[in-house]
């Protein structure tokens, strides 16, 4: 607890925090408070509710009942009173804990996130209470899991979440300092048993590691927090980086280039890698990127690897690594009769077939005519040239480079029963 001679400036630094992260909102629509019932995010709700006048924007707490202790009830009727106090909107969800594969604390906390993002609204912010110590706890957690530089970042101060943001204006503040502040403004909050149970990781961590840390450096919470803070800006750096080096190695349809991928340091190509799989929620471990590299990256010239990580897929088709969506099967595809009039809609593949495509590369078609769409058999052949030459489908999508996955896709647009046209590319100088 912090001694009472200091308490003035400890309520004036929480007030100060908070008005620095308030500073840094733009257009935000509501303040959305995640609201347990524990000293942290009592505090915050309180703070929240002394903003001045010119702070106009409406705030909104959201208490999640997790339904995990006999008394969840009433720690919920506990924040519906609090907030009533505080003439605070209050809303409050209920959620089931299946722990199934992921641990208590895991799935507990996705649900939490899941609950309080059905609440949020575009344009809002939501509030939690982390501090300083929580960074600290989050730090050496990802320090034991092997963390890279992203993970020992910790929390950042804001992110986006949602349509919104996700702010932390407590971060920088001491366990302590919100302690004097609830206990000078004579607050009452909630303490749940189960955090004092140290089979929990975090528990153990905060009950156990930290304090012996703390007697032999008594700043512990401190410096891991600044290390947070230098590990943040380091991140922010390989960012600028992977953007650079992204440029340098992607093509229009950012599959990555094999030869100007070689020509990156080791280190710069994990990094960009992680970046690329990164923009699609893919966050892959060390172990996961030497697979892409050994199976992917260095598989053979003529091989066409497929790699699975999460909801996408990782494939190598000549001297380009794709990233694609992962389809679980193959849609039954049918042929179409397509008046060129109006266009075609093939929902199997979320495609729309426009007729100007067509109309504008082969003249011998009009705008009353009809055509047919078919797809992949195998053994197509069509005119490659005036002369009426043949040629194999199967060579020409491997001479234009089409990748194997994708040619018993492409729609094969008939006319008077002759393959005219694959769809998206020319088959000849009509």
């Known amino acids: 607890m912090v001694d009472s001679k200091d308490k003035p400036a400890v309520l004036a630094l929480l007030t100060k925090q908070l008005y620095q992260s308030l500073d840094t909102l733009n257009n935000v629509s509501r303040y959305v408070i995640a609201l347990s019932g524990g000293i942290d995010s009592v505090v915050l709700t309180h703070l929240l509710s002394t903003l001045p006048a010119h702070y106009s924007t409406p705030i909104i707490a959201v208490h999640i009942n997790h339904g995990l202790d006999k008394d969840a009830d009433r720690w919920q009727a506990h924040c519906a009173d609090f907030c009533q106090d505080l003439n605070i909107e209050f809303i409050t969800d209920a959620v089931l804990v299946n722990n199934a594969g992921k641990g208590l604390e895991a799935a507990a906390r996705e649900l939490r996130y899941a609950a309080l993002a059905r609440h949020l609204e575009p344009g809002d912010a939501l509030f939690t209470a982390h501090h300083q110590q929580d960074q600290a706890e989050t730090v050496l957690l990802n320090l034991f899991r092997g963390a890279g530089v992203d993970g020992l970042a910790g929390m950042p101060m ?26 000078h403004h004579q607050l009452t909050w909630i303490t749940d048993p189960s955090n004092r149970d140290v089979a929990f990781t975090r528990n153990y961590v905060r ?3 930290l304090p012996n840390l703390r007697q032999r450096w008594n700043q512990a919470d401190q410096v891991l927090s600044r290390t947070a803070q230098n590990m943040g800006q380091a991140s922010e750096l390989l960012k600028d980086l992977a953007l650079l080096d992204l440029a340098f190695v992607a093509d229009d349809q950012q599959r990555i280039k094999l030869d100007e991928f070689s020509d990156l340091s080791v280190a710069r190509q994990r990094n960009v890698l992680r970046y690329w799989l990164g923009r699609q929620q893919l966050i892959p471990s060390s172990a996961q990127l030497d697979v892409v590299t050994d199976q992917c990256i260095n598989a053979a010239a003529d091989a066409t690897p497929v790699l699975e990580l999460g909801d996408h897929e990782i494939r190598r088709y000549r001297d380009r690594l794709y990233l694609l969506l992962r389809r679980e099967s193959s849609p039954a595809l049918q042929s179409y009769r397509w008046n060129l009039k109006e266009s075609l809609e093939l929902p199997e593949l979320d495609l729309l077939l426009d007729p100007e495509w067509l109309l504008s590369r082969y003249s011998e078609l009009s705008d009353d005519g009809e055509v047919e769409v078919r797809f992949r058999q195998g053994g197509e052949k069509f005119k490659a040239d005036v002369q009426g030459l043949k040629k194999s489908l199967k060579n020409y999508f491997q001479e234009a480079g089409v990748p194997p996955w994708e040619r ?23």
């Open 408 to 430: 018993d896709r492409l729609p094969l647009i008939y006319n008077n029963d002759e393959l005219i046209a694959v769809w998206g590319y020319s088959l000849s100088n009509h």
């Open 158 to 183: 804001q992110k986006a979440f949602q349509a919104g943001l996700h702010v932390r204006p407590l971060l920088n503040v001491s366990k302590a300092e919100i302690e004097s502040y609830a206990e």
């Open 207 to 209: 009950h156990s590691l």
